[in-house]
C-alpha cells in the first residue's frame, strides 16, 4: 500500500516499543519518517530504517522543551519539507499514586505527556495551515478515561483528549484533523520492571478484557495510520479506544453480577 507516498510523517517517542512500531508501519505504507525521541537510540534506530531502504531522519530532542521541539521539526522539515502528519506518541509514566508523588513528579508526567504534545502540535500548524492540509494524531491512554492508576499520567492524557477536541475546532477550517487513539494494555520494553517483579501480570490482566487478550503495538500503528489518512477525512475531535474492548465494560464484574459466565 502506498498511502503515504510523498508525504512527511513526524513521530515523537519514536526509539520506544510503540514508537517503532509506528515508524515502520508509516514507513511501510510510503511515508518519510521524521523521528523524535530524547534517547539517543532514535539514531541507531533511524539506520535500521535506512538500511531497509526507507527515507527516515532521526533527532534527539526532549519534547518537554519547546526551543527543542522546534529545532527538531525545523531539521526534519530541512531534509522532507514540512510535516503532513504528527504523531503525538511520546509518553511515560513516574508514579504509581498520588501518594508516592511530588511535585517535581508532577511536573514533569504533565510537561512529558501533554505539554510535549502541544510543542509538538504548535511546531507543525503553521506549515499545515499554509498547505490547509494536515493530520494530527495523539497516542492518548484508557487512564485518560477512567480511574486506573498513574494519577499524573492520566490527567495528561484526560487534558490532551480536552487538547485534541480544541485543536479540531479551531484548525478544522485550515483542513487539519485532530484526533487521539486510547490504547488499554499494550506489551512493549516499558512493562519490563514490572513483568520483573510480577512475570505473570500479564495473564493476570486479561480478565479485564472482553477480547481475552491485551493489545499489540501494530494494532495501535493500524488504527493511527487510518486517523491520518484521506480514508478518514471526516473524521476529527475523535476519542477512539483501542483496548480489546476494556472501555465498553467491566466484564469481571458483569460475570459476577448476572452470576453468568461471559
Known amino acids: 500500500m502506498s498511502l503515504f507516498v510523498g508525504k512527511t510523517v513526524l513521530v515523537t517517542g519514536a526509539a520506544g516499543g510503540i514508537g517503532q512500531v509506528l515508524c515502520r508501519h508509516f514507513a511501510g505504507l ?12 532514535v539514531l541507531s534506530f533511524v539506520e535500521t530504517l535506512r538500511l531497509d531502504a526507507y527515507e527516515a531522519v532521526g533527532v534527539v530532542a526532549d519534547i518537554a522543551d519547546d526551543k527543542a521541539v522546534a529545532g527538531a521539526v525545523a531539521q526534519i522539515t530541512e531534509a522532507f519539507g514540512p510535516a503532513d502528519v504528527l504523531i503525538n506518541n511520546a509518553g511515560f509514566v513516574l508514579r504509581a499514586t498520588l501518594q508516592q508523588m511530588a511535585a517535581d513528579d508532577w511536573r ?37 478515561l477512567t480511574t486506573l492508576g498513574h494519577p ?26 485532530a484526533n487521539v487513539i486510547c490504547p488499554g494494555t499494550v506489551e512493549t520494553p ?73
Open 30 to 41: 510510503g511515508a518519510r519518517i521524521g523521528a523524535i525521541d530524547k534517547s539517543d537510540a
Open 108 to 144: 514533569a508526567e504533565l510537561d512529558g505527556n501533554l505539554s510535549g504534545a502541544y510543542h509538538c502540535s504548535a511546531a507543525v500548524l503553521p506549515g499545515m495551515q499554509e498547505r490547509g492540509n494536515g493530520a494530527i494524531v495523539s497516542i492518548g491512554s484508557v487512564n485518560g
Open 152 to 177: 499524573g499520567y492520566s490527567a495528561a492524557k484526560a487534558g490532551l483528549i480536552s487538547f485534541t477536541k480544541s485543536l479540531a475546532v479551531e484548525y478544522g477550517r485550515f483542513g487539519i484533523r
Open 190 to 262: 516499558v512493562w519490563a520492571d514490572r513483568v520483573a517483579r510480577k512475570p505473570e501480570i500479564f495473564k493476570e490482566l486479561v480478565k479485564w478484557y472482553p477480547l481475552g487478550r491485551i493489545v499489540d503495538p501494530m494494532e495501535l500503528a493500524k488504527a493511527a495510520a487510518f486517523l491520518a489518512s484521506d480514508d478518514a477525512s471526516a473524521i476529527t475531535g475523535v476519542t477512539l479506544p483501542v483496548d480489546c474492548g476494556l472501555m465498553a465494560g467491566n466484564v469481571v464484574m458483569s460475570s459476577e453480577l448476572t452470576l453468568e459466565e461471559y
